[in-house]
Nanobody, 129 residues
Framework: ERLVESGGGSFHTGGSLRLSCAASIPEYIGRRYCMGWFRQAPGKEREGVATIDWYGTTYYRDSVKGRFVISKDTAETTLYLQMNNLKPEDTAMYYC??????????????????????WGQGTQVTVSS
């Protein structure tokens, strides 16, 4: 796997956690124009949660705005998703992903589209009330 997620688990409503996504290939994250977090709840399609572009500009789906923060470390070896004020509807398998090449893409469209992506294996987040 090129991307490996970690940080998932079981949490209560209102809690916080931080997901991490590490790349197994040096400079993989730094050379990707976009990086993103996605999730898939049982019985639902996978959806884009947040994305960050080369310059650090971020985009979020409406349901997580103000609660989630996507970021990269300064060495651009790890992608993060800080998740605050958790809700039961945040329960899902969370994946990080990147475009399959270093070509420029429009990140705000890429993370909401079915465009080809390199996926990690996912980490489960369960939120209970």
């Amino acid at each position: 796997e090129r991307l490996v997620e970690s940080g998932g688990g079981s949490f209560h409503t209102g809690g916080s956690l931080r997901l991490s996504c590490a790349a197994s290939i040096p400079e993989y994250i730094g050379r990707r124009y976009c990086m993103g977090w996605f999730r898939q709840a049982p019985g639902k399609e996978r959806e884009g949660v947040a994305t960050i572009d080369w310059y650090g500009t971020t985009y979020y789906r409406d349901s997580v705005k103000g609660r989630f923060v996507i970021s990269k470390d300064t060495a651009e070896t790890t992608l993060y998703l800080q998740m605050n004020n958790l809700k039961p509807e945040d329960t899902a398998m969370y994946y990080c992903a990147a475009p399959p090449s270093s070509a420029r893409v429009e990140c705000d469209q890429w993370y909401l589209s079915p465009a080809e992506k390199d996926w990690g294996q996912g980490t489960q987040v369960t939120v209970s009330s």
